[in-house]
């Protein structure tokens, strides 16, 4: 049996713009729906800042509607991290050198949209925003490092939320289309891979879906618009860039009934397809049978227009990736509190050690995953984010990370145990996060991912100095054997 990885496999990392980028009143760059979230915590849940109806100051947490009349607006007395994040903007030479010491063949960032188009809108794109990532890509192409480009990672500018009411809007995708043949435009030639859009099973609220009021219609209509919105846009980046490779990216957390109880196990089912959604869509490229179930006890109607479905089903992805973070279980009476979006969540598992921030490990979910989703697609896989958030102590000028290389190792051990005992065809690998940046979640800067500390606080103080952790050399030596050498 071949226990090694795929002699091309893809090793690297990835990042999204507005938790790594900064640079936010730079090179024209517009305002990004994601501008208004402040920094929070496990007990203190993200907010967006708001200016109500009435003049006054509010705030409401990212997943909440907003208030009649209110609308976001930033103050100048309110940290916002995503302005600064961890300053790649001015950093990514030196970043993508640190990922080219480790042996990256393959770096996933997003695009900042605002960056591109400032209020999406514009006839002409910002062609110093187009620069700054004329400027990345060479960067990565001079370290034979393969760019792989996400789309539209849950932002858009902030005008389109304002004006149109985000993804609700039928004139987003004309606005994204826009936007991603622009991208296509300029960088085909230099990027194959595209993921269309982040996590559509796990995207909420004003910031991520620029929308002022989540009902259930509100949340399936956007998602209608971002099916119709990616397919056009796999279609015209095929066109335009033939051999290049479209996905979109789906947060998995593997899902476990708490309990044998035959009432746990169906809700634990009901559960895992109601997150399989918006891949069965995409992947499969027509609406599930059960989707009427889910819009009939939520009394969703879609608009549509006639070539909607048509051209959902003749450009589906063309492979599959995902996030593979943690496990989680479900029993009966949890799944009927779920939010009414009923995504992701679940209970702790006994049986599993769990991060600070109360995430289960399980390794072995991600091989469980991984047969899962190819048994149910048929589709090439890339295991597009996963990694350990922890607490690092900074101490003898470094972080000895022993725990995040435990983590690391045993993740990749399923992974090749996929696909050498398994046969799941898997051909990349993107860690979250391989410099340290902002927390997605809460807004922390101490929830740490990477190979490599940057000198940043939850307050955004520090030197943003990059220095390697333990785990840097160990990656180094993971990529150099092509995933042979796991020890520890
Ligand atoms: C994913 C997001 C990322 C990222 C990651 C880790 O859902 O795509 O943007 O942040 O989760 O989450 P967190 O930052 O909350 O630890």
């Known amino acids: 049996m071949n226990s090694s990885f795929p002699k091309d496999f893809l090793w690297g990392g990835a990042t999204a713009d507005f938790q790594y980028e900064g640079g936010f009143n730079e090179g024209g760059r517009g305002i990004n729906s994601q501008d208004f979230v402040t920094s929070g915590s496990v007990k203190q849940k993200r907010q967006i800042t708001l200016q109500l109806q009435d003049g006054s100051r509010g705030t409401v947490n990212s997943l909440e509607s907003f208030p009649d009349g209110a609308e976001a607006k930033l103050y100048d007395d309110v940290y916002y991290p995503s302005h600064k994040a961890v300053d790649f903007y001015h950093h990514y030479q030196e ?36 620069q700054f990532y004329d400027a990345v890509i060479d960067e990565c192409r001079k370290y034979n490092i393969e760019p792989l480009i996400t789309i539209c990672h849950d932002e858009m500018p902030d005008y389109l939320a304002r004006n ?21 435009e300029r960088y085909r030639g230099k990027c194959k891979y595209w993921l269309t859009f982040n996590e559509l099973n796990a995207i909420h609220g004003y910031a991520k879906l620029g929308i002022h009021k989540e009902t259930p219609q509100t949340f399936y209509q956007c998602q209608h618009h971002m099916f119709v919105a990616s397919s056009k846009v796999i279609k015209i980046g095929h066109e335009m860039m033939p051999g290049a490779m479209f996905g979109a990216m789906f947060a998995m957390s593997e899902m476990y009934p708490a309990t044998c109880k035959a009432e746990d196990v169906f809700a634990c089912y009901e559960h895992r397809r109601m997150n399989y959604f918006f891949i069965d869509v995409m992947a499969r490229g027509k609406y599930p049978n059960y989707a009427q179930k889910i819009f009939d006890e939520k009394n969703v109607h879609l608009h549509m227009e006639d070539e909607d479905l048509e ?16 496990s989680s279980t479900i029993t009966a009476d949890h799944f009927t509190t779920m939010d009414p979006m009923g995504i992701m969540g679940g209970e702790g598992n006994p049986y599993l050690p769990s991060t600070p921030w109360g995430w289960p490990i399980d390794p072995l979910g991600l091989r469980y995953c991984l047969n899962e989703l190819y048994d149910r697609y048929q589709k090439p896989l890339f295991v597009i984010e996963n990694g350990l958030g922890e607490i690092d102590r900074f101490e003898d000028g470094t972080v000895h990370d022993s725990y995040r290389i435990e983590y690391l190792s ?4 399923a992974m090749k145990d996929a696909i050498n005992i398994d046969h799941v065809p898997c051909f990349g690998y993107t860690m979250w996060g391989p410099l340290d940046l902002v927390s997605l979640s809460t807004g922390e800067m101490k929830k740490r991912y990477g190979f490599v500390y940057v000198d940043m606080d939850d307050e955004g103080n520090g030197t943003l100095k990059r220095v390697k952790k333990d785990s840097f050399a160990w990656m180094k030596k993971v990529i150099a054997s092509n995933g042979e050498d796991l020890t520890y």
């Open 410 to 413: 045993k993740h990749f051990q």
């Open 95 to 130: 970043d993508i050198a640190l990922m080219a010491e480790m042996g990256f063949n393959i770096f996933r960032f997003s695009i900042c949209w605002s960056r591109i188009f400032p209020t999406g809108v514009e006839e002409k794109p910002n062609e110093e925003g187009l």
């Open 311 to 326: 051209l959902i089903k003749e450009y589906p992805l063309d492979f599959v990736s995902f996030s593979y973070y943690r």
């Open 164 to 184: 149109y009411d985000g993804w609700n809007s039928r004139v987003l995708i004309d606005a994204y289309v826009k936007y991603a043949t622009t991208l296509f």
